[in-house]
């Protein structure tokens, strides 16, 4: 293990250290660039990330957990690319995992790591998705799991964690208080520590998910990804520029690091970095609880990741979530947690601001299964229940978002349709009527065209019917 500050080396041990003992700069393993070199590329059907073992750091082969995790498709875009006109469009489903997120590479590596060295139980704060996949992997191992998590979760996270009988303690409101439990914590020494942010195995783990893309699709141009604490991105970078030192590739793709716009510490340190304004109604009342991080410990890193990687950041309206979750599976059969709807989401903001360029080969990253949160299951499900009044709010919602998308240049009725296939364009312009009338939205003539955009009470009431359509 090197310290990324001093650069000190220390040996892999039991215990594990993710801060180093003389600078408190964060540990990181360094593989072995020839065994990367030889044995990469590997197949494109991958069993599970033990064929990833020549990048790991060592551990005795007999304690090689697997529940089939890894081997995750890296589907090409069915319509919306074409939609938008991006050649080169590609969605990394993680969400096919065995626990249904990107979160079961990090339990199978942790707990094999623990099982070596003969640890009867481990602890893991999270805001839900580690902590599903460590309860799984201990389940079937006869290690003692207690997990660590805030009120603000997932409650289909929060239900995993019980179904695979895993004891809970909840700590404080997010992720942050969970960690900060954790780090105040005397006597652990007989738990193994399986908190993301505190095991530096788990950055191991999430560079797979960079080893199997390049080996699914080659050379990639840009990742978009979603932020919590930014380990996944820097996790990303790692895996990307190993496989960069190992010549298995020339450059590294550009990493989009995507958070909410009620919460996004990341992004504003990049802006302020950059010389912009940040954003600053941080409210961190985001509906994407897999990424509500106050104080993300890889702050600092990510923004140096996202800076070599010549990437950006971007925060997505909140209220975008819910659409972005419909017009995935509507165009490609994905059905992600509200966190990945976000990185959905920014690839038409992303396109706005130019961001892509000619014959660029993208992946949007997708993390975990839209079934674990109950917010977008009650939305679905209202959905279908209701054919009158709340059919018809969602309409609306969904219009006005895309011209809240649209809000600098506007947004023309023809172009709004060609995001909604379900409905027809003389029901478009009544919307945009009724709309109008209510002074949610204004119009300008530029020519022929006739271009809308958002109020301010327009962006209000947005705002707040995202939260209110799960009440129909
Ligand atoms: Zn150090």
Not at 212 to 232: A, W
Not at 407 to 412: C, D, E, P, W
């Amino acid at each position: 293990m090197t310290c990324i500050k001093c650069k000190k080396e220390f040996e892999f041990k039991s215990s594990i250290e993710y801060k180093c003992p003389e600078c408190k700069g964060l540990l990181w393993f360094k593989p072995k660039l020839d065994s990367i070199k030889e044995k990469f590329p590997l197949k494109k059907i991958v069993n599970n990330i033990w064929d990833y073992k020549f990048a790991f750091p060592p551990i005795s082969s007999g304690f090689h957990i697997t529940r089939g995790e890894g081997g995750t498709p890296c589907l090409a875009s069915k319509k919306f690319g074409r939609k938008l006109g991006i050649e080169y469009l590609y969605f990394k489903d993680e969400s096919q995992n065995p626990t249904n997120s990107f979160k079961d590479r990090c339990a199978a590596l942790l707990i094999s790591h623990a099982r070596s060295w003969d640890f009867k139980k481990v602890i893991c704060a999270s805001n839900g998705n580690q902590g599903a996949s460590v309860a799984a992997y201990t389940s079937t191992e006869g290690i003692g799991c207690l997990n660590i998590i805030p009120e603000k979760i997932d409650v289909g996270k929060k239900a995993q964690m019980i179904a695979y009988n895993s004891d809970l303690k909840l700590v404080g409101d997010t992720v942050d208080d969970a960690i900060d439990f954790i780090l105040k914590q005397k006597e652990l020494t007989e738990y193994y520590q399986c908190t993301p942010e505190l095991n530096p195995l788990t950055l191991e783990a999430e560079k797979t998910i960079a080893y199997e893309m390049i080996s699914q699709i080659g050379k990639i141009d840009l990742v978009i990804i979603p932020m919590g604490s930014g380990q996944l991105l820097v996790s990303l970078w790692k895996g990307f520029n190993e496989l960069k030192d190992a010549n298995v590739i020339s450059t590294i793709p550009k990493l989009v690091g995507v958070q909410s716009q009620v919460s996004s510490p990341i992004v504003n340190g990049f802006l302020e970095f950059k010389g912009y304004n940040p954003t600053n109604n941080e409210t961190h009342n985001s509906l994407a609880l897999g990424i509500l991080v106050k104080k993300p410990i890889y702050k600092e890193l990510a923004i140096r990741c996202i800076k070599e990687s010549k990437g950006t950041v971007i925060a997505v309206p909140e209220n975008l979530i819910l659409s972005s979750i419909d017009e995935l599976i509507r165009n490609e059969g994905i059905f992600a947690e509200p966190a990945s709807a976000l990185t959905f989401g920014a690839i038409r903001l992303l396109l706005q601001k130019n961001i892509f360029e000619d014959h660029e080969k993208i992946v949007c990253l997708i993390t975990a299964s839209g079934l674990k949160a109950p917010y977008v299951l009650e939305a679905i499900s209202s959905q279908t229940k209701t054919t009158g009044k709340g059919s018809i709010i969602i309409t609306k919602l969904k219009i006005l978002s895309q011209i809240s998308l649209s809000s600098i240049k506007g947004i023309t009725g023809t172009r709004i349709k060609e995001t909604m296939e379900s409905i027809s364009l003389a029901a478009i312009y009544q919307h945009l009527k009724e709309l109008e009338t209510r002074e949610l939205i204004s119009r300008i003539k530029e020519g022929k065209k006739v271009l809308y955009f958002i109020t301010d009470s327009g962006k209000k009431v947005l705002d707040a019917l995202d939260v209110l359509i799960t009440l129909l």
